[in-house]
Each structure stands twice: as structure tokens, then as C-alpha cells.
């Protein structure tokens, strides 16, 4: 869970026993190198922010860097999901409006495509349980203040624009109550108009963001961060990845079209990592690739990645 301190303790433990083993490979990271970037020039302009806004990531990344380790932003980056949230929250207003046209039935699809992408269940995934553990519990007060503070400091636009979209939503909500009180309550055809139009608005709101959430924010992400784990274990397996990485997008799919084409015609082939080099391959011992993720992305990426080895 990103920002909690029981995670920040399990990244840097985890990282920390693997070096000093001489056991620990790449260490992939949930970020791109736009937002680590951004992320590293705030923490030089505001030392005390970046030290109280620490979380798992930057934990990981200093004890990779204590050892010399091969550091991999291997998430999707920012503008292109920018760019997809913008396009999904158009198609979805579209489809809405759509419901002889087949709108509602590419937007059910699509729902129901990602969750089950994303929410795979049974052994050897993240369960309840795995949220209750009292340590993560704990930290949760920490975690709610933190997440919001960082993209307040990260994109104080960006985080303003959504929170005066949820205001507005909200405002309509106290709209729609301060009309119900004024109205004839006791009439039961209003009871029902009432009914109708506060489950219509709420529906409206899942219906946006449920999209939002599961395909864009985690199944389209889940293939990118995926992709770059898996390219780091065929590293250290013995397989010369390298050249392919740095030749470009089509070498990477070349590389990949047995394993992840399946999924990539799922949710789309999203060309967006950035090049990187490593020299881990002829390297000494079993190496092992740690890869920090946010709770969401667990188990969808490991269930492309298991996919992908039956």
C-alpha cells in the first residue's frame, strides 16, 4: 500500500536481505521517468516535503542504489495515461448515451473484461486478509494523508481540477436533497422519482469511474509493468534481451508476441516504457527481481505473469 509504513519497512527489509546476499537483481519500480523525474526535482526544491512524503518506491530505490543495482521504471508513462483517461472518459460518456447502439454493451464488456483481469481470486493471490494484517492497518491514517498530499505537491492544477469535479458532484448531490426536503415527501410518486434519481446519479458515477479505475488505472498498466518485469527475468535467466530492448518498440514485441500477445489484443499494445540498458545477464548467481507495486496492481500482473509461463 503506497505511503504506508509497514510497506516502506517490507520494500526496504526485502531489497536490504537480498543485497547483502548478493542475491538481489533489478529492482522494478510503479512509476515512469516523467513522474520520477518530477518526483526527484520536487524532493531537491523541497527537501523536508520529499522526506516526509516518502513511500516503498524511493525506500527500494535507495537501498538499490546503496548496492549498485540495476534501478527499472517500468510502469506506463504519465502522458500516455493522461491521454487515455481523457479518450475513455469520452467513449464512456459516449456509450452511456448509447444504449440502442451498442454503447452499453462495449461498456459492460470492457467493465467486466478488466475485473476479472484485475481481480483474479484463489491461491496464491492477495485475499481479505492480506488487508488485515495490523501493521498495514496501522499505517492506513498515514497513508490517506500522504497519498493526497503528494499530488497536491506533485500537480497542485491537476489534483485542483478533480477535486472542484468531485465539489460539483457533490453539489449536485446537496441539490437534489435540499429539492427532496422542499418537496412533498409523503407523495409516493415523488418517493419514487426521488428513488429513480438518486440511484440514476449514483449509477452515472460508478459507471465513469469503473472504467476509469479498471481498465485505464489498472489493466492497460498491469500489461506495461507486466512487460517490464518479465524482461528483467529473462535478463538474469540467461536470455540476451538486452539488444532488443534498445532497438526499439518493435523488438520488444518481437520478443514478446508468444507470451504477452494475447493480452496485449485484450487491453491494447501500449509502445510507452522508456529504453534502458543493464549488463545483469552474465552475472554471477541466482539473481531475484523484486518489483514494487501498489497493492490494486498485485495480483492482475501476477496473473499475466503465470499466464504466461503455462
Not at 464512456?92 to 451498442?102: E, L, V
Not at 437534489?176 to 410518486?189: F, L, Q
Request: with cysteine; aromatic share 8%; glycine share 10%.
Amino acid at each position: 500500500m503506497h505511503y504506508n509504513p509497514a510497506s516502506v519497512a517490507l520494500a526496504e527489509d526485502t531489497c536490504r536481505k537480498l543485497a547483502e546476499s548478493s542475491s538481489l537483481g533489478s529492482v522494478v519500480i510503479e512509476s515512469c521517468n516523467i513522474r520520477w523525474e518530477a518526483a526527484q526535482e520536487m524532493k531537491k526544491k523541497m527537501p523536508i516535503v520529499g522526506k516526509l512524503l516518502g513511500n516503498e518506491m524511493r525506500a527500494a530505490c535507495d537501498v538499490s542504489e546503496e548496492y549498485g543495482r540495476p534501478i527499472v521504471l517500468g510502469d506506463q508513462l504519465i502522458n500516455v495515461t493522461v491521454a487515455r483517461l481523457k479518450e475513455s472518459f469520452s467513449e464512456t460518456a459516449s456509450d452511456i448515451i448509447s444504449p440502442f447502439g451498442g454503447g452499453w454493451t462495449r461498456f459492460r464488456n470492457d467493465v467486466v473484461k478488466a475485473f476479472r483481469e484485475t481481480n483474479p481470486a484463489g491461491d496464491g493471490y492477495i485475499g481479505a486478509r492480506g488487508l488485515l494484517d495490523p501493521k498495514l492497518i496501522a499505517g492506513l491514517p498515514i497513508s490517506f494523508l500522504k497519498y493526497p498530499a503528494s499530488y497536491l505537491t506533485r500537480s497542485p492544477g491537476g489534483t485542483l481540477l478533480f477535486g472542484t469535479f468531485l465539489y460539483l458532484l457533490n453539489s449536485l448531490e446537496q441539490a437534489n436533497a435540499a429539492t427532496a426536503v422542499m418537496a412533498d415527501g409523503s407523495s409516493p410518486a415523488y418517493m419514487l422519482y426521488s428513488f429513480v434519481a438518486s440511484f440514476g446519479f449514483a449509477a452515472l458515477e460508478t459507471a465513469f469511474f469503473a472504467r476509469l479505475l479498471l481498465v485505464v488505472l489498472l489493466a492497460e498498466r498491469n500489461v506495461t509493468l507486466a512487460e517490464s518485469i518479465l524482461e528483467q527475468c529473462e535478463i538474469y535467466s540467461g536470455v540476451d534481451a538486452v539488444d532488443g530492448l534498445n532497438n526499439g518498440p518493435n523488438d520488444v514485441d518481437k520478443f514478446f508476441s508468444g507470451l504477452m500477445a494475447p493480452v496485449k489484443k485484450m487491453f491494447g499494445n501500449s509502445e510507452t516504457t522508456q529504453n534502458y540498458s543493464l549488463s545483469g545477464a552474465d552475472e554471477d548467481g541466482e539473481k531475484v527481481v523484486v518489483a514494487i507495486l501498489g497493492m490494486a496492481h498485485c495480483n492482475g500482473i501476477k496473473k499475466i505473469l503465470m499466464e504466461g509461463q503455462s
